[in-house]
């Protein structure tokens, strides 16, 4: 490998560094609703681009409340399938 012929000093190796840093995003507002959102992208509360809607979230929504519902109502079933004696274990 290769060796440095002379150490660095502080202000080569900070301007070096100066660079190396977060940026904060850029954030515009959705023309729908409002909220901030990176340019060019859908927004993900609304679901609309330029306008338009690509994504509709509501249905979405509606999805994962039907799978937490459903999984509720097994969990309901699963109770009443126990018999006494299964319950006394726990």
Known sequence: MAVPKRRLSVSKKNRRRGNIFLKVPKL?????CGKPVLPHTI????GFYKGKEYINVIAKLEKKEQKKRKKEIESQEKEK???PEELSKK
């Open 43 to 46: 927004c993900g509360y609304c």
């Open 81 to 83: 399938d126990l018999k």
């Open 28 to 32: 515009i507002k959705c023309s729908k």
